[in-house]
């Protein structure tokens, strides 16, 4: 169950602390060692989220107050089978909010904690091709209103443009190369990033800080299961 809302909640320096040496010292026999600060700064993280989904329970309808936090915090396990980075340890904490918790497969909010790179997200990643072709159609219907909640002075301002780390070099098929929107119709992930310090994590107000950034995704979002729906 979410925290209670009058709580003030933060992210705990010793939980930095931990994930900077864990990125010193990556490796199993250090972290059995170190096994309860691990799971002290994940129970940290498990009840920042919880009020975090307290809080945007209140915004979004989508989120149930009664969403369970342990349900959104990702494992700290990283899985090596076919990566080329054999470290066993991530050296985040990640948290995905959505109704079904971290594993949606749709719009969903995503916090992401780090010492030195810290952020807050929301969209679709790399959605599945019915999902693309729908957000696509979408945005092809009705780019004017997809620019026009892109461009608020609010959002903008805060995330910028779109995270263009997945992007088609070529024109997506059927869309043509003048089509107005053709960036965006390029783009195979539809989300939006805003980089967080950890000075704005470890304060009181920090909840209210990273809840303030979804509250600015919302319109984007609901455009996102509109298109998908």
């Known amino acids: 169950m979410a925290a209670n809302n009058s709580l003030q909640l933060m992210i705990k320096t010793e939980t930095f602390d931990f994930l900077k040496e864990l990125a010193k010292n990556n490796n199993r026999e250090w972290f059995q060692d170190h096994k309860a600060r691990h799971d002290e700064a994940r129970s940290n993280v498990i009840e920042f989220v919880g009020e975090l989904i307290n809080r945007l ?6 989120v149930s107050p009664e969403l369970d936090p342990k349900t959104c915090v ?12 054999k470290t066993p340890y991530k050296n985040n904490f990640g948290a995905g ?29 790399l959605p599945e091709a019915a999902m693309l072709k729908s957000i696509r159609q979408e945005i092809d219907y009705s780019g004017s209103d997809f620019r026009k909640i892109i461009g ?17 070099k070529t024109m997506p098929k059927g869309y043509a190369p003048d089509h107005p929107d053709i960036e965006y119709l390029k783009l ?18 920090a909840s209210k800080t990273v809840v303030n ?11 996102l299961r509109n298109a998908i729906s």
């Not at 195979?188 to 009181?204: A, C, E, G, I, Y």
């Open 57 to 62: 329970a209140n915004i979004d309808k989508t």
């Open 74 to 85: 990702m494992r700290i396990y990283r899985d090596v089978r076919f990566s080329l980075d």
């Open 97 to 125: 909010i959505s109704q079904q918790g971290k594993n949606f497969n749709g719009p969903g909010y995503y916090l992401h904690i780090h010492p030195e790179k810290s952020f807050i997200a929301g969209g679709c990643w």
């Open 152 to 168: 608020l002075t609010d959002f903008k301002g805060y995330f910028g443009e779109p995270d263009q780390e997945y992007k088609l």
């Open 188 to 205: 195979k992930s539809f989300t939006f990033t805003h980089v967080l310090d950890l000075k704005q994590l470890t304060r009181p107000e």
């Open 213 to 223: 950034g979804f509250e600015k995704l919302l319109p984007f979002m609901i455009f």
